[in-house]
Structures are given as C-alpha cells and as structure tokens.
C-alpha cells in the first residue's frame, strides 16, 4: 500500500509560481512511476506530468508544457511540480499519483494509487 499526501497548493496571481510536492509512503517509491493530474470543476481529470522511476525522462501535457516541472527525490519520497507563468485556466485541484507496473504514462486509468489532492487558484 502507498499513501501520498501533496502540499503547496494555494492562492497565485497570474504569472507568478507555485511549487507543489507530494510525499509518498513505503519503501517502494523508487521503484514507481509519479505523476500529476489536475481537475478543473465541471471538467474531467486532466494529464498533467510524469516521471521515470529514475527521474531521468518526463512527459508534460500541452497545456503546461514549457511552464511547469516535474521532479523527484527518491530518497526523501517525494515527487515535486514547479508550476512557473501560472494562468488563471491552471486552477485546479491537482492531485499525485503513482503507477506501479510498466512504464510512464498519460492515462489516469493506468495510475494505483492517488492523493487526496490540493486546491491551486490562479487569480488574473
């Protein structure tokens, strides 16, 4: 069983930045895949970011590509989306996930365990 718990959502104004991080539980974290989906209200989950187990690849969706970053620290557990030129259609609640078998992907489908998510508003 892996437990992940984000933080750093919040309150950012158009342009600026929000660092998310999400803490995973279990001595199985490097050896997972990470990712970060979004939902908006009234809109289904959304592909955000994934990395390698290495942290050596990433993926990113259109919509943040060039604007935000995923990373990883295996040996804190913990996996990190640095959201830079934030827009007001970024408001979401963003939540962490991680993918047990195979290898990175962008199907929310293919993810086994989730967070409980954080609110990101982005004021214009």
């Known amino acids: 069983q892996v437990q992940l718990v984000e933080s750093g959502g919040g309150l950012a104004q158009a342009g600026g930045s929000l660092t998310l991080s999400c803490a995973a539980s279990?001595?199985?974290?490097?050896?997972?895949?990470m990712g970060w989906f979004r939902q908006a209200p009234g809109k289904e989950r959304e592909f955000v970011a994934t990395i390698t187990r290495s942290g050596g690849t990433t993926y990113y969706g259109d919509s943040v590509k060039g604007r935000f970053t995923i990373s990883r620290d295996n040996a804190k557990n913990t996996v990190f989306l640095q959201m830079n030129k934030l827009k007001p259609e970024d408001t979401a609640v963003y939540y962490c996930a991680s993918k047990v078998f195979g290898s990175a992907s962008t199907s929310e489908r293919q993810y086994n365990y989730w967070g409980q998510g954080t609110q990101v508003t982005v004021s214009s």
């Open positions: 279990g001595r199985t974290f490097s050896s997972n895949v």
